[in-house]
């Protein structure tokens, strides 16, 4: 079947889907209006409001340093969206890249490729992240280049599996007797047929990299202070946790929420990619 037989055939969009992307579309609107939604500056501090209630001046009150909590969790919620966002696109690519060679090629090609990727899925995620992180140095392209290391292997894995399976089918024997260059094949005929498996694992691979940031910053080896971060939100609000919960709780929320809207997104493409 192809991509535009199984289009047509297509459900229309999941319950799921529909749901995550809406929760996504909010916090996505929320980062992106912070400026315009609180009259603060998240990293401004005020000694004279430190540790304030909600108030009708502070929605969700003031942290240790008198910072408007409400501002910081917007502003929060932009970065780490988009360094979720934005770390997965090398991996993405490169893994889809690389998997596509494996799998297309095979032979010396992909038990080459195989070894690297089998070396680095021997390492548990997170603990190769927090140690490329540490060696690197604290901060946003630390983070992003430790990600880009480690997480090419799972969409390489899973492209790598899609492509040779597809590569004995009918229509890629018949381009190649056709004398179709290997470029136009992959890239023509192969890639939009097996897209859809790395671009849902994708969703779930935002959760997991937003969860590193968020404990890397926890751990101070993530985004430098003052920056607004939800991990460093929750570092700095844990002391307080008996007298001003919401400093930790509500940045803990907010990844939870997070990670449920990308969890329904990449079950609700699931559903709806699947032909019918």
């Not at 055939?9 to 996504?24: E, K, N, Q, S, Y």
């Not at 916090?27 to 430190?50: I, K, V």
């Not at 005929?189 to 959760?207: E, G, K």
């Not at 449920?260 to 609700?268: H, P, Q």
Request: hydrophobic share 55%; aromatic share 10%.
């Amino acid at each position: 079947m192809t991509l535009a037989e199984a289009s047509a055939r297509r459900a229309p969009w999941p319950t799921t889907l529909i749901v995550g992307v809406v929760l996504l579309a909010g916090l996505a609107a929320a980062g992106l209006l912070a400026p315009w939604l609180t009259p603060y500056d998240p990293e401004a501090q005020s000694l004279r409001e430190t540790l304030q209630p909600p108030s009708a001046n502070h929605w969700l009150g003031t942290d240790h340093l008198g910072r408007d909590v409400l501002t910081r969790l917007l502003h929060a919620a932009r970065l780490d969206l988009a360094i979720g966002v934005g770390a997965i696109v090398t991996p993405f690519v490169f893994g889809t890249v690389i998997g596509g060679l494996a799998g297309y090629y095979g032979g010396w090609v992909d038990t080459a490729i195989g070894a690297v990727i089998d070396v680095v899925m021997a390492f548990p995620y997170y603990v190769l992240v927090i140690a490329l992180v540490f060696v690197l140095g604290p901060g946003i392209p630390s983070i992003f280049v430790a990600v880009a290391i480690v997480g090419w292997v799972s969409y390489a894995r899973i492209v790598r599996a899609e492509v040779a399976a597809e590569a004995r089918r009918d229509y890629v024997l018949a381009a190649r007797a056709l004398g179709y260059s290997d470029a136009r094949i992959l890239l023509r005929h192969i890639l939009p047929n097996t897209i859809s498996q790395p671009l849902i694992y994708a969703m779930s691979d935002i959760v997991v990299v937003i969860v590193g940031v968020v404990t890397l910053s926890y751990l101070g080896l993530g985004v430098p202070p003052p920056t607004a971060d939800w991990g460093a939100m929750i570092a700095a609000g844990q002391p307080f946790m008996t007298t001003h919960w919401m400093l930790s709780t509500l940045p803990g929320i907010a990844v939870v929420v997070t990670g449920l809207a990308f969890s329904l997104i990449g079950d609700g493409l699931a559903r709806w990619m699947r032909p019918v």
